[in-house]
């Protein structure tokens, strides 16, 4: 299916708000550019790559054409994505004319409500309409709990003598992420689709969006051929774990093979790490399989979940990787998958 898509105007949108009561004063001296770092990746292609402990969480990115900009990703908060559109309009004076969401998960999709407040059309994946709103909220504690851990820190900031710092510095960090958690409104893509491929044009700048499964269930990618560059959302990953709560490894390594096949020589822009030669894609392809390895040899020695979990360790290479917070876990996911036990 080849679509060419022109949006007049935003379909509408469900939006579910939380409610929001008065907040404590937070210092507002925190640069916007602890969130992400721009990268350009080449002419009219960005990505914008997340800083740890700031407010982006996942990367996002951006297309500029003629006629148009395209935004890859609104990362985990409204504040995070405000500050992109910035850097956006620092960049060019064309106006963003989509953005899409590459999956659910909340560090990719917190700042939607910006879009949709600007009239900005936002697709995504059909199964995005049952689980943006849902299954979101495991990664945003709920509104009492979250007002109660920022007033805890500012009182233990109103608590710390001003000659100390680094521990003042960082109670503002916790406020300001509180803060911007409890501003978070989850909301759905205006435009789906399912399958085959849907192709945006920014003027004479052309991107396609197709989807592959593996990662969530409802990943869409985008390559924009005329600079030979892939964003890929979750589905791929450079020097990082993944996270495998939503995952089916069994799709994911064929359709990462399916992608490096088709695109051996893109750069590719990965939902958490730097900017990705295919090489790299490729380690964290090969990191799925010898996951997927590891735990089949555990079930045909007789290892139960919870030996599993406590006897397979991180092989050697990919100790450097980012989220290693995830290793336990994924052998866990890995193993229910393979038991047929894994929630969907």
Same mark, same amino acid.
Do not use: C
């Given at each position: +299916?080849?679509?060419?898509?022109?949006? !007049?105007?935003?379909?509408?949108?469900?939006?579910?708000?939380?409610?929001?009561?008065?907040?404590?004063?937070?210092?507002?001296?925190?640069?916007?550019?602890?969130?992400?770092?721009?990268?350009?990746?080449?002419?009219?292609?960005?990505?914008?790559?997340?800083?740890? =402990?700031?407010?982006?969480?996942?990367?996002?990115?951006?297309?500029? =054409?003629?006629?148009?900009?395209?935004?890859?990703?609104?990362?985990?908060?409204?504040?995070?994505?405000?500050?992109?559109?910035?850097?956006?309009?620092?960049?060019?004076?064309?106006?963003?004319?989509?953005?899409?969401?590459?999956?659910?998960?909340?560090?990719?999709?917190?700042?939607?409500?910006?879009?949709?407040?600007?009239?900005?059309?936002?697709?995504?994946?059909?199964?995005?309409?049952?689980?943006?709103?849902?299954?979101?909220?495991?990664?945003?504690?709920?509104?009492?709990?979250?007002?109660?851990?920022?007033?805890?820190?500012?009182?233990?900031?109103?608590?710390?003598?001003?000659?100390?710092?680094?521990?003042?510095?960082?109670?503002?960090?916790?406020?300001?992420?509180?803060?911007? +958690?409890?501003?978070?409104?989850?909301?759905?893509?205006?435009?789906? $689709?399912?399958?085959?491929?849907?192709?945006?044009?920014? =003027?004479?700048?052309?991107?396609?969006?197709?989807?592959?499964?593996?990662?969530?269930?409802?990943?869409?990618?985008?390559?924009?051929?005329?600079?030979?560059?892939?964003?890929?959302?979750? +589905?791929?990953?450079?020097?990082?774990?993944?996270? #495998?709560?939503?995952?089916?490894?069994?799709?994911?390594?064929?359709?990462?093979?399916?992608? #490096?096949?088709?695109?051996?020589?893109?750069?590719?822009?990965?939902?958490? =790490?730097?900017?990705?030669?295919?090489?790299?894609?490729?380690?964290?392809?090969?990191?799925?399989?010898? #996951?997927?390895?590891?735990?089949?040899?555990?079930?045909?020695?007789?290892?139960? !979940?919870?030996?599993?979990?406590?006897?397979?360790?991180?092989?050697?290479?990919?100790?450097?990787?980012? $989220?290693?917070?995830?290793?336990?876990?994924?052998?866990?996911?890995?193993?229910?998958?393979?038991?047929?036990?894994?929630?969907?």
């Amino acid at each position: +299916m080849r679509t060419r898509i022109f949006l !007049l105007g935003v379909v509408s949108v469900l939006v579910l708000s939380l409610p929001r009561t008065a907040q404590l004063e937070v210092p507002t001296h925190l640069k916007a550019d602890d969130n992400f770092t721009l990268s350009k990746v080449t002419d009219g292609v960005y990505a914008a790559i997340a800083k740890s =402990g700031g407010l982006a969480s996942g990367n996002a990115g951006f297309v500029v =054409g003629s006629e148009g900009v395209l935004l890859v990703d609104t990362f985990f908060t409204p504040t995070a994505v405000e500050d992109l559109l910035e850097t956006i309009a620092s960049e060019t004076k064309q106006p963003i004319k989509y953005a899409i969401n590459t999956h659910y998960h909340l560090d990719h999709t917190g700042g939607n409500q910006v879009l949709t407040a600007r009239s900005v059309p936002i697709i995504g994946h059909e199964n995005l309409i049952a689980w943006q709103t849902t299954k979101n909220r495991r990664f945003l504690p709920a509104t009492e709990e979250l007002q109660k851990r920022r007033s805890d820190a500012a009182k233990q900031l109103s608590e710390i003598p001003a000659d100390q710092a680094d521990k003042r510095t960082t109670l503002e960090r916790q406020l300001k992420r509180f803060d911007a +958690m409890l501003a978070i409104k989850l909301t759905n893509p205006t435009v789906t $689709f399912g399958s085959g491929t849907l192709h945006l044009f920014l =003027g004479s700048t052309e991107v396609i969006l197709f989807t592959l499964p593996g990662h969530t269930g409802g990943d869409i990618l985008a390559y924009v051929p005329s600079a030979n560059v892939v964003f890929t959302g979750d +589905m791929g990953g450079r020097k990082t774990l993944p996270n #495998l709560v939503d995952a089916t490894v069994n799709d994911w390594i064929p359709s990462l093979d399916q992608l #490096l096949s088709k695109y051996p020589t893109a750069q590719f822009v990965p939902g958490h =790490g730097a900017v990705a030669t295919a090489a790299e894609i490729r380690e964290f392809r090969d990191y799925l399989f010898d #996951l997927r390895a590891r735990v089949q040899q555990a079930r045909a020695d007789g290892l139960s !979940l919870e030996q599993a979990k406590q006897q397979l360790k991180l092989p050697d290479k990919y100790k450097a990787f980012a $989220f290693q917070n995830f290793a336990t876990p994924n052998v866990e996911d890995m193993y229910k998958e393979l038991v047929g036990t894994k929630a969907k």
